[in-house]
Every structure is written in structure tokens, then in C-alpha cells.
């Protein structure tokens, strides 16, 4: 269904925010990157995709609400744990239970699957919805939604900037830079890296801005050029040590809106390296407005590494001095 046949009635809000809906959904073979388990994108995919059928199971499709209403749906924050790998043959039941004590459209999904008999939980998540109001829209907005409408997501106070950015670069030079003004003046005497890159329509939705996600694309890809840049490249570390990155938890979180084709300013950070098991960063996305710097998304991700035995046993990974040594900065 892409239009809703009837006006948006008092149940329909009311199974939108008291009633527990199920979705039963097959992870993107796109996911299925190292081994045969899913990363951490893919099953946010999945989390966000469940809350859309939670939608859709009240009468309160996506698509009807944006045809209709100007009503674009935005997840504008995702916060997820992963207990348990979920593996490419497996068919997830993701339930979403509303979470209204603290107002606004907040949601927690557990996604289980069924091994050896038993029930495994392989995600818990939390995720906070909005609808953002169409800048052309005019037909009114429903009774019952009105608490849940905005006219523009977050809207960060822009910070003072000294640096001036680059000129934009070529469309060919693909994944940007991260050799920029802008990017030495967030990374100064910080355990971080700096990426600028042209955001891609396929980023994102309503023809407008960066959806969630196309940030937790970002997310992954900053930690793809973080670890080539502390000498961790990933297909380095498979073929010699064996290693396979895992996630343990993740949160992504938009501060304001990004539109298509703005460069965004990406700075990843390590804040934590944890008993020689796990490191910690932090992800900070900003774009530059009339010589201000504007926040527009942060999140962490907590990282690991796994390796197989001869036995056949997955064990995670404690990290050597060197890899202490990358992660911390010492070898820069």
C-alpha cells in the first residue's frame, strides 16, 4: 500500500502507540561481508524496516503519509546492542512495542531467532521517530499526529569555525579527502581521523536529505578509512592475523538536517580501548554554513575483533601492542 484509503482515525494512532506488532524479515545478502554473519548496518536495516511495518500493521504507511499529508517519516535516532551474531540463513521475528513514557514515537525492537530449540535474541534496540513536514505541503496534518510533527529535524546551533574549507573537489575523486582545513581544525590534538565527502542522492530520502540510513553508511565507511589510515586495513588483518570485526553496540543520532550533495565533515574519534578486547569511538558529523560549523549527527560504535580456532570455536580477539599501539595513536 503506498496511499491510505481513509482519513487517519483515533485507532489507527492508538494501535500506532499501545499495540506490540511482529515482522518476520530476511536480512540483504548486501550484509554478508566477512563470513556468513551480518554487520552492523544490515541489522539496523532490519530494526528500521520492522518500525516501518509497525507503521504499515496501524494503517499508518510511509508512503500514504507522505502522499497524503507531507508527512515524512525519519528515524532520527537508533541505538542498538548485539548479543548474538545473526547469520545470513537466518529469518529474524523483530517485534516493536511503542515506548511512550517519555513522549514523541520511541520504539524498542528485539529481533530473535529460533536455534537448537531455543529462542536467541540477536539485537535490542531503541529508535525514536519523526514527521517532518514537507516545506510544499498543504494539506492539514491529522488529528492525533500533531505531537509527533515537525517542521524541520533538530536544528543544531552552528559553532564558530577559524579554518576555511577547501574548494569542492572533482565528482571522480570518489571517496573524498581527508585533507582539509576544516578536518585539521576538528582533529587538533585529538585521537581522531577527518573525512570530507559529497553526500550521494542515493543517501537519501523525500528528495531532500540524508536519511538515517544513509548515515549509518557513513558510520561504516569512516571506520573502513579509519582503519587503512592506522595501518588495520581489514583485508590486511584477514589475511594475516585471521581477524573478523564485530559490533557489539551502536547509537546513531541526528542533530539537523543534511541536504543532497553537501559536503559532510565526518570525525571519528577512539575514546576507550577496553581490556584489550574492545575500543570505543564516538562519530561526529558536521557541514559548514556561511563560515559556521553546524553539527548534524553523532553516534558510537564499540568494535572488536573475532577469530576461528582450529576447533571450529569463535573466540574475540585480544589485541596485541600494536594494535593497542594503532588504536590509541601512538604510531602516528
Known amino acids: 500500500m503506498t496511499t491510505m484509503d481513509t482519513p487517519v482515525s483515533e485507532d489507527k494512532v492508538r494501535a500506532l502507540l499501545e499495540q506490540q506488532s511482529s515482522a518476520v524479515l530476511r536480512p540483504a545478502y548486501e550484509g554478508c561481508n566477512i563470513s556468513t ?10 530494526v528500521e524496516a520492522a518500525v ?26 537508533i541505538a542498538t546492542r548485539l548479543p548474538a551474531h545473526l547469520h545470513i540463513d537466518d529469518v529474524p521475528t523483530l517485534t516493536v512495542t511503542p515506548d511512550t513514557r517519555k513522549g514523541g514515537l520511541r520504539f524498542k ?49 552552528p559553532r564558530p569555525l577559524t579554518a576555511e574549507p577547501a574548494p569542492r573537489g572533482e565528482l571522480s575523486a570518489g571517496r573524498g579527502t581527508s585533507a582539509d582545513p576544516v578536518l585539521a581544525e576538528l582533529t587538533k590534538d585529538q585521537n581522531a581521523f577527518g573525512w570530507r565527502w559529497r553526500i550521494p542522492y542515493f543517501y537519501c530520502h523525500f528528495s531532500e536529505r540524508v ?9 561504516e565507511e569512516v571506520v573502513d578509512l579509519f582503519l587503512a589510515d592506522r595501518g588495520l586495513d581489514i583485508k590486511r588483518v584477514l589475511d594475516e592475523r585471521h581477524w ?27 575514546e576507550d580501548v577496553f581490556k584489550g578486547l574492545l575500543y570505543t569511538s564516538r562519530m561526529d ?4 554554513r556561511e563560515g559556521a560549523l553546524v553539527p548534524v549527527a553523532t553516534g558510537h560504535i564499540t568494535h572488536g575483533y573475532m577469530t576461528k580456532r582450529d576447533t571450529g570455536v569463535w573466540e574475540m580477539v585480544t589485541f596485541d601492542e600494536k594494535t593497542v599501539a594503532a588504536f590509541e595513536g601512538a604510531n602516528r
Not at 253 to 262: F, K, S
Open 37 to 46: 554473519s551480518l554487520g552492523f548496518k544490515q541489522i539496523n536495516y532490519l
Open 52 to 77: 516501518l511495518e509497525h507503521f504499515r500493521a496501524a494503517g499508518l504507511p510511509a508512503g500514504g503519509l507522505y502522499d497524503r499529508f507531507g508527512l515524512g517519516l525519519d528515524v532520527v535516532e
Open 109 to 157: 525492537v528485539v529481533a530473535t531467532v529460533q536455534r537448537d530449540g531455543a529462542e536467541v535474541t540477536t539485537s535490542t534496540s531503541t529508535v525514536s521517530v519523526v514527521l517532518r513536514r514537507d516545506s510544499g505541503a498543504t494539506a492539514p496534518v491529522p488529528d492525533g499526529l500533531h505531537p509527533f510533527v515537525t517542521d524541520r529535524i533538530g536544528g543544531a546551533e
Open 211 to 219: 536519511q538515517m540510513s544513509g548515515f549509518l553508511r557513513q558510520m
Open 244 to 270: 573478523i570485526p564485530v559490533v557489539t553496540k551502536s547509537d546513531v543520532r541526528l542533530l539537523d538536517e543534511v541536504i543532497m550533495e553537501e559536503e559532510l565533515y565526518t570525525i571519528y574519534t577512539v
Open 285 to 288: 558529523c558536521y557541514v559548514v
